[in-house]
């Protein structure tokens, strides 16, 4: 009987001892459940600051793109622009280079006129001379054919 008294203290003793774990373990799996919801809210925060993260950069990065086309669109316009400039350029230098053979052409042409009209107003002017010593001879000769048909 002792025996028996025995065995149903420890009974009770380990009844008890299994109520309190078990009381202890729905404590332990509430604080944990409990952490566990504090943890998967933060990391629902984390997701949802990452996923504003990610479409901040998505949109810049859909912004750096169309600068970037634009800023080769106008580097390609002014490639253009540059090639018709320097095109246009050839083209001016190529009529300088023509209009100065003209000038020179033209100012040869000058040298030889200059050349030929001070020949002319050179014999010109011995002609006139001569022209004038002729005249004076003339009219010395009418002179003195007048002073001899006189005389």
Known sequence: EADKKLLEAQCKDAAAR???????????????????????????????????????????????????????FASDEDKKNHERMQALIDQLQGKVKSYKKQIEEAEEIAALNLAKYRKVAGALGDASAEADASEQAAAMRKARARSASLV
């Open 18 to 72: 299994a109520d309190e774990a078990e009381v202890n373990a729905l404590k332990g799996g509430r604080k944990a459940m409990i952490k566990m919801e504090t943890r998967i809210r933060e990391l629902e925060s984390e997701l949802d600051a990452e996923n504003r993260r990610n479409g901040d950069i998505c949109k810049n990065l859909r912004k750096s793109e169309r600068t970037i086309k634009e800023l080769t």
